[in-house]
């Protein structure tokens, strides 16, 4: 087999656990009517077991030798198509049939990025299972008025369900990461918890809120919202945006809507 030794620029951090594989897999329970996607597969060491379930698979990789490793295993596997591409500009519109079921070990240095790329695909997915660091994984699931609430939060829990699975340690992987990881599970709602008018709007106010953690609604919005327009709703422009419910960015969000359609509205009219 062709060898490989980890790449620095790509973050890469081989999973060597069969155990924590084990588990992993346990967690996903992937069967053979499925179409599972797995992103970032490096050797192997997940396919390989995905494989075993005939289960419809693609597999997403970026590192050229690594693509050839996997070619050189598992060419022959009818049910499986391995793309050689950068996952950040992956279309997963080609992918069929849906729903799709993604998972991954996840390099750190792309997976926030990775997350807020694919909620423009989470109408076709089913669940996704990633592991992160730790860190990323503990802001994902934060709650209001925490240190790891920020805009990551927000924005993930109003288009997923969110369940931290369990931790794997450093020694798990070959090299050993400097941090911990854990395996999380988002599974996109149905129908979600607040309604919100406009997305595009939502993120705008969103980030606005979280752009100065130490600043007040009333600073980080005063460009977006001004103070009347926040207390007509009974938010005090005084708080922090790390303070604010999901509910709460969603009356922000559909008031900042209602002053856009307003101006557009008035617009029309001189």
Not at 12 to 40: K, M, R, W, Y
Not at 155 to 175: G, M, N, R, S, T
Not at 217 to 227: E, M, S, T
Not at 229 to 258: C, H, M, W, Y
């Amino acid at each position: 087999m062709i060898s490989h030794s980890p790449r620095k620029r790509f973050g890469q951090n081989f999973l060597q656990d069969n155990q924590i594989i084990q588990c992993i897999i346990n967690a996903i329970s992937p069967t053979a009517a499925q179409h599972i996607v797995e992103i970032g597969p490096g050797k192997g060491a997940l396919t390989e077991y995905l494989i075993k379930t005939n289960c419809q698979l693609d597999i997403i990789e970026l590192d050229n030798d690594l693509v050839k490793i996997l070619i050189e295993r598992w060419n022959s596997i009818k049910q499986l198509q391995i793309h050689n591409q950068d996952i950040l500009q992956f279309d997963f519109n080609q992918l069929q049939p849906i729903p799709l079921r993604i998972i991954g070990n996840l390099p750190y240095n792309i997976s926030t990025q990775l997350l807020f790329y694919l909620l423009d695909y989470v109408h076709l997915i089913q669940d996704m299972t990633f592991m992160l660091q730790k860190e990323v994984v503990e802001r994902l699931i934060a709650v209001p008025a925490s240190s790891d609430y920020g805009r990551l939060s927000v924005i993930l829990q109003y288009h997923y369900q969110i369940y931290k699975l369990f931790d794997v340690e450093p020694e798990a992987f070959w090299p050993a990461p400097k941090v911990k990881s854990s395996i999380v599970q988002l599974i996109p709602y149905s129908t979600p918890p607040v309604k919100i008018t406009n997305q595009q709007h939502f993120s705008k106010i969103v980030t606005a809120a979280f752009s100065k953690r130490r600043k007040t609604l009333r600073n980080n919005l005063k460009n977006i919202l001004n103070i009347e327009a926040i207390q007509k709703i009974g938010i005090d422009p005084q708080v922090r945006g790390e303070t604010l419910t999901l509910v709460e960015f969603a009356k922000l969000s559909n008031q900042f809507t209602k002053f856009i359609e307003s101006d557009i509205k008035n617009s029309f009219q001189i």
